[in-house]
């Protein structure tokens, strides 16, 4: 997987007036940690986030470009963004370091490709997961897994035992999972208005009969 480079800032200050006057200077106030490192207070800028990380599906490796030495080169994943929950724009960001050389656990997309037959065919395709856990190196994750549904019929389904993974990479799920199916199409029945039938009946003796109803003409 390609790392995604991106500027950061180490920041000393720290309180709600620090992140208020960040945020208002067009920076995103974070924290940088992992295994056996103190956290280290830092900021990006708002714009650059957004266009290189925000929008991505998955998991990316993201490499630190700093005129702080101890952050310049450093490996880190995205652990969790904080949004404005009516501008959305991000609020603090939380960066986890890896080593590169230790295997990691994240989720990769699930993305589903083709027509299936069986939709084809009339029928509906489910699709149950999203996204599932996988265990590899992080220069080995994969951007996305695609399933080819092309051939599935109706009543057929996809499993996580069916996965072609890369080579590295392992799965966390249960081999018996299922991500995507074709079920039959369901035909919806639209009630009948009590005392329908019994109307349709007479009607229908009525035109075999061939006869008209018609009042009586009363005799004097």
Same mark, same amino acid.
């Given at each position: 997987?390609? #790392?995604?480079?991106? $500027? +950061?800032?180490?920041?000393?200050?720290?309180?709600?007036?620090?992140?208020?006057? =960040?945020?208002? %200077?067009?920076?995103?106030?974070?924290?940088?940690?992992?295994?056996? #490192?103190?956290?280290? $207070? +830092?900021?990006?800028?708002?714009?650059?986030?957004?266009?290189?990380?925000?929008? =991505?599906?998955? %998991?990316?490796?993201?490499?630190?470009?700093s005129q702080t030495t101890d952050l310049n080169g450093r490996i880190a994943l995205l652990k969790d963004v904080q949004h404005h929950p009516v501008t959305t724009e991000p609020l603090h960001i939380d960066f986890y370091e890896i080593d590169v050389k230790v295997p990691i656990q994240v989720g990769v997309p699930v993305h589903l490709v083709g027509k299936a037959e069986g939709v084809t065919a009339g029928g509906v395709l489910h699709y149950f997961r999203r996204e599932i856990m996988v265990e590899c190196l992080p220069l080995d994750i994969p951007e996305s897994i695609e399933i080819d549904v092309t051939p599935l019929e109706i009543n057929d389904a996809v499993r996580?035992?069916?996965?072609?993974?890369?080579?590295?990479?392992?799965?966390?799920?249960?081999?018996?999972?299922?991500?995507?199916?074709?079920?039959?199409?369901?035909?919806v029945e639209e009630p009948v208005e009590e005392g329908a039938d019994?109307?349709?009946?007479?009607?229908?003796?009525?035109?075999?009969?061939?006869?008209?109803?018609?009042?009586?003409?009363?005799?004097?």
């Open positions: 997987m390609e #790392t995604i480079k991106l $500027s +950061v800032e180490q920041r000393q200050e720290r309180g709600k007036g620090e992140m208020g006057r =960040l945020r208002r %200077s067009g920076r995103v106030p974070g924290v940088f940690y992992g295994p056996g #490192t103190n956290s280290v $207070s +830092v900021c990006v800028d708002t714009r650059e986030f957004q266009y290189k990380v925000e929008g =991505l599906e998955g %998991s990316h490796l993201i490499e630190f470009l996580v035992e069916d996965l072609k993974l890369p080579s590295g990479v392992s799965t966390l799920e249960d081999a018996q999972l299922m991500l995507a199916s074709v079920a039959a199409p369901t035909v019994e109307a349709l009946a007479e009607d229908g003796d009525t035109s075999e009969a061939g006869e008209t109803p018609s009042e009586e003409t009363p005799t004097e």
